[in-house]
């Protein structure tokens, strides 16, 4: 064989080899993508799980330190109003929910932030019956705000005992004698109360649809929601955004949609048109079901595959789009 012929030879093994490894190279970036894709789904739902729990045990400031982001464009929407910026969940989980967790906080003796004097302000308030209602015997679990003065799910519907900051004057927990415990692994006999026990908040997840952005940078779910307020039983569904944040999965914009409070259909559900809790702006969306409703809104409708986060080309639009 030639020379000329053998370097010929050469070269066409060695552009073959090339696009063998090129073609691999490909392949395993493709498969990568997709095994950090596939991660991310898990991680979101467990980060989801976890603010479930949190929410269930009093721990709602926690879940606020822990699972949300704190990017300017952070969104949290209740049934009683929206909040937005770098401190969107400190103000409605650490402050707006402190009530529903000072039972836990003072049974426990965890340490939570420290409220400053306007924040405490609205906490106050917000656990105040109004000046002409009849004394509450049992924590509030009624229609929505607007309707019979009730509480909607996931806002902060709480027992006498913690409008004055915590148990009963007769309990365990205010003569002083609790134990510091830790609240992964037991619940204190102080943790209930003597007019019912501790207040029940549960909003568990069902029916997740799950969509992780083309590119792994972003993600996005719904889930309906039934649960309990008190003994009442509610139906709420969820609509969340996530982003990465130093790392980790975070909430990045979170709606909840209310569906229904109680076993029967009210005659209404007056919509929510003004901020409360010291929210940035109303509500965009208000209960959906009561014996008016002629259907039920497709609303969040669930998150349609996506390459890259776009507020403007999203569909359906951001969870909680800041603008």
Not at 32 to 52: D, S
Not at 214 to 223: I, K, L, M, Y
Request: net charge negative; glycine share 8%; proline share 8%.
């Amino acid at each position: 064989m030639g020379r000329n012929n053998f370097s010929i030879i050469f070269l066409v093994l060695l552009a073959g080899s090339s696009m063998i490894w090129s073609s691999c190279s490909k392949t395993d970036k493709a498969t990568q993508l997709e095994i950090k894709r596939l991660q991310a789904r898990n991680e979101v739902q467990n980060v989801m799980g976890r603010y479930a729990f949190y929410h269930t045990s009093g721990m709602n400031f926690l879940a606020a330190e822990r699972l949300f982001t704190t990017y300017d464009d952070t969104v949290i929407e209740m049934m009683w109003g929206r909040f937005t910026g770098k401190d969107a969940a400190y103000r409605c989980y650490t402050v707006a929910h402190r009530n529903d967790d000072l039972p836990t906080i003072n049974t426990l003796k965890l340490d939570a932030p420290e409220l400053t004097v306007k924040e405490q302000a609205l906490v106050s308030a917000d656990a105040a019956p109004p000046a002409d209602s009849a004394p509450v015997s049992a924590p509030a679990a009624g229609a929505p705000d607007g309707a019979t003065g009730g509480t909607p799910a996931g806002a902060t519907g709480s027992a006498p005992d913690v409008a004055t900051g915590g148990a009963p004057a007769d309990s365990a927990a205010a003569s002083g004698d609790t134990v510091g415990a830790n609240p992964d692994t037991m619940q204190t006999p102080e943790g209930f109360t003597k007019n019912g026990g501790a207040a029940m908040r549960v909003n568990t997840l069902t029916t997740p649809v799950i969509e992780v952005a083309g590119d792994g940078e972003t993600a996005r779910a719904v889930w309906f929601c039934p649960g309990l307020e008190g003994a009442t039983p509610t139906w709420i569904k969820y609509g969340c955004d996530f982003k990465k944040q130093d790392g980790e999965w975070k909430i990045w914009h979170l709606h909840v949609y209310g569906m229904l409070m109680g076993l029967e259909a009210k005659e209404s559900f007056t919509p929510n048109t003004t901020a409360n809790k010291g929210a940035d702006k109303p509500p965009t969306t208000n209960w959906e079901y009561s014996k008016a409703a002629t259907y039920i809104p497709y609303e969040p409708a669930p998150p349609q595959p996506y390459d890259t986060w776009d507020y403007n080309k999203i569909s359906p639009k951001s969870y909680g789009d800041p603008n």
